[in-house]
């Protein structure tokens, strides 16, 4: 086995390399031997200066997170750090792939960096709740600016090789061999005796902004974004230590907000959300089975999923066929995509020529036959079985062996479309959320007889368009779906029990949602569940109502709220208050002020207790693909981790009696503790103790 950190001279430059695949996290083991090279280089007469590279596919995407939450063993990333600071020799970082978090900030710490073509450098640790935590917050500004620095460390987001060179971030890059680059750059440093300046000592960068009010100003931008979660507020706070503070005090400040944040429960959550997103696509059978290559992708309906989803195809590369039932369908599906190109790229998000090319990639057709040659078809029609099962006999007569044939419903049973086809092996769900080009989440849906091969490249293909996938199974709603049904229903149930559609929605956004479930239905359209309630002999007292009086929400201008014309904004609605009163006096019952934290609680546990019978029948494999489906999905607030992992930060036994006195009050069945929650509260344990 390759040594973890090894180093070996080129004439006087010593080549500290670090191999620890796949990202060179810097774990322990990693830290240790890379201070004591670091310390031997600068201490040997014959070295003359020092180049620190990885191996593989990144130099050190940060720290190794899974050390996060137990106790700090030395040396950490700054003890390294300080050990290149005090050498008397420039130290050298050459970059490639994504230099990330902690991986950054020891490139910070070097006298230089160089960097390949196609690096993406950038401070991600806001992603995990938690801020830079080895002099990141103060020597990022010191060498691209305050306003890229808080940039950078408030999205979390990377920047490209070509602005790391321009902002002063990176010295050089280097084409062709990027070692050897780093290793001419380090002579020439030598051979012209460049004085090493520190970063932690440029002070240039910062004089401009010691104006606090604009300081403030900037960071105002950032946290009202950021409502409810700790980190955004650190960060600022450790950012602004390096225009207030002398630098060592404010790397100490910025330490302590670090390791505050570090042990914290935010941080816990985004962490498993990290962990629970890249095991929620692991299917235990699927281990050694080959994707199949897509080079073309077709999808039915351009309306709009249709539509969204051809997007994310053209957006990764691959040309897409959509077919429509006639012409009109077609042009007013082609134009929205259009039109929502064209408005990415009037805002900057988008060059001219990309879009352009982007649209060339989107075919439109009414002839089934055009998707005769498609890797993958796609259906996004009505949601009504017998229109999709037509879709899909179809399809088996014209789709090529070997392709998969996924649809889109949201709620219908992908084993009896895989049964109108000569292929169920073929044949699996792709549930998608709207706007689909936006939308991270992509439930796949795997069916009683879906191939693995079927599934390995549903899931291959999810990841190529950018989405998080999470492996499901068939069920009414499947996972997501399924639980916000009983979300609704407890929703409107408090609106007859006393709130307003604003208190229920502030509840919720309180506790972190971007919107309440009255707004996103406003939003999504009212009629749309209307109709499948019909159909299905269900009600909904007040929603139903609203839809008789034609209120359909923000499509109408009126629905659970009020909307000004061509106003997204809700407001609350007298007449809805009034609507809602009578309701709930014709049943007889009497309303009654109810706490915020009481409405969490009967709109949350009820979901949850949900998500206990899905696990219990396999639908999910784990409860961390609930979480990432509702994160990723439904706006769940990421630092608390997804319904299940809240759930174990509450206590499952809490949750239990909270579900059986619901039961007894509301005499909803569903509310009962499922049996799974029944044992693991028993058993004084959480769902976290399923894993394996
Ligand atoms: N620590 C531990 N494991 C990590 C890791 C890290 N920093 N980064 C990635 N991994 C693991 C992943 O869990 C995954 O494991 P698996 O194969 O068992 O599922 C494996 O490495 C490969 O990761 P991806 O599937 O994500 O690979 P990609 O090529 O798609 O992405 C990446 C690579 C862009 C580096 C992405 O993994 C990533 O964003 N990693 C996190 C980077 C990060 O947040 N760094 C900051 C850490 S905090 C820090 O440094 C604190 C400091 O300020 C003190
Ligand atoms: P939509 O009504 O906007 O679009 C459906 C399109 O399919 C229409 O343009 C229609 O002309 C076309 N179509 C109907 N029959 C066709 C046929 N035989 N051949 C070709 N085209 C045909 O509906 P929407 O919202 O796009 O939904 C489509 C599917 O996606 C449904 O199954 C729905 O449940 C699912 N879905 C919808 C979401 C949403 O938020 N709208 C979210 C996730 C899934």
């Known amino acids: ?342 408005n990415t790229a009037a805002r900057g998000g988008l060059a001219a020529d990309e879009m352009e090319a982007r649209i060339r990639r989107i075919t439109g057709t009414t002839d089934l036959a055009a998707v005769a040659d498609a890797d993958i078809v796609i259906e996004a029609v009505f949601e009504e079985m017998d229109v999709k099962q037509e879709v899909f006999g179809r399809l088996d007569r014209i789709v090529k062996g070997g392709a998969v044939i996924a649809s889109n419903t949201s709620y219908l049973d992908i084993d009896v479309l895989a049964r109108s086809t000569a292929r169920p092996q073929a044949v699996l769900g792709m549930h998608f959320f709207s706007p689909a080009n936006v939308m991270r989440l992509l439930e796949v849906v795997r069916g009683a007889a879906t191939s693995p091969e079927t599934l390995a490249t549903a899931i291959a293909v999810g990841r190529k368009l950018g989405k998080v996938p999470a492996v499901v199974g068939v069920c009414h709603g499947f996972v997501g779906n399924r639980m916000l049904r009983l979300r609704s229903i407890e929703a409107e149930r ?35 569940g209307w109709r499948m309630r019909k159909a299905q002999g269900l009600t909904a007292p007040i929603a139903d109502e609203l839809c008789e009086r034609g209120r359909y929400g923000q499509k109408t201008g009126r629905g659970f709220y009020l909307y000004d014309r061509g106003s997204r904004t809700p407001q609350p609605d007298p007449e809805v208050e009034r609507l809602i009163v009578d309701a709930a006096a014709r049943r007889g019952l009497a309303r009654r002020a109810l706490g915020k934290d009481e409405m969490v609680e009967r709109l949350l546990f009820p979901m949850i207790n949900e998500g206990a019978r899905i696990l219990r029948e396999g639908i999910a494999q784990r409860p961390g693909d609930i979480d990432v489906i509702w994160v990723y999905g439904y706006g769940f607030p990421v630092y608390r981790g997804g319904p299940m992992h809240y759930a174990d930060s509450v206590g499952l036994r809490y949750i239990r009696d909270r579900l059986a006195a619901f039961a007894e009050t509301t005499g909803d069945e569903r509310h009962r503790p499922a049996p799974l929650l029944e044992e693991l509260a028993a058993a004084g344990k959480g769902f976290a103790s399923l894993r394996g």
Do not use: W
């Open 494 to 528: 408090l609106l007859l029990e006393g709130a307003l559609p604003q208190d229920v929605d502030a509840a919720l956004t309180d506790f972190g949602f971007p919107m309440g479930p009255f707004a996103m239905a406003d939003l999504a359209g009212l009629d749309v």
């Open 1 to 342: 086995m390759p040594e973890l950190v090894s180093m070996r001279t080129d004439g006087d430059v010593a080549v500290i390399t670090i191999d620890n695949p796949p990202v060179n996290a810097m774990k322990h083991e990693v830290r240790v031997s890379l201070l004591d090279l670091v310390v031997r280089a600068a201490g040997d007469p014959a070295i003359s200066a020092v180049v620190i590279a990885c191996a593989g596919r990144t130099f050190v995407a940060g720290a190794d997170i899974t050390e996060f939450g137990q106790p700090p063993r030395q040396p950490t990333a700054i003890a390294i750090i300080e050990a290149i600071e005090a050498s008397p020799k420039p130290v050298v970082a050459a970059l490639h792939g994504t230099p990330l978090g902690g991986g950054l900030e020891l490139a910070l710490g070097c006298h230089f960096r160089v960097a390949a073509p196609g690096t993406r450098p950038g401070l991600p640790e806001i992603k995990l709740g938690i801020i830079p935590g080895a002099g990141g917050t103060q020597r990022l500004p010191r060498l691209v600016g305050m306003d890229k620095a808080m940039a950078m460390i408030l999205t979390g987001e990377p920047i490209s090789a070509r602005e790391a060179l321009d902002s002063g971030l990176v010295d050089e890059i280097v084409e062709g061999d990027l070692v050897a680059g780093a290793i001419a750059f380090a002579r020439r440093i030598v051979a012209g005796k460049r004085p090493l300046g520190l970063v932690r000592n440029r002070d240039e960068k910062l004089v401009s902004v010691r104006d606090i009010a604009a300081f403030d100003a900037a960071a105002a931008n950032y946290t009202r974004r950021a409502k409810g979660q700790n980190a955004p507020a650190a960060a600022i706070a450790a950012l602004r230590g390096a225009i207030t503070l002398p630098v060592a005090d404010a790397l100490k400040r910025e330490r302590d907000l670090f390791l505050e944040l570090v042990a914290g429960d935010q941080s816990k959550a985004q962490r498993h959300i990290f962990f629970a997103e890249r095991e929620a696509a692991k299917v235990p059978d699927l281990a050694g089975v080959k994707a199949h290559d897509i080079r073309k992708a077709a999808v039915i309906g351009a309306g709009t999923m249709g539509g969204g989803i051809a997007m994310c195809f053209a957006n990764a590369g691959i040309p897409v066929t959509v077919v429509e039932s006639d012409d009109e369908a077609l042009a007013r599906g082609l134009d929205t995509v259009a039109r929502n190109y064209r």
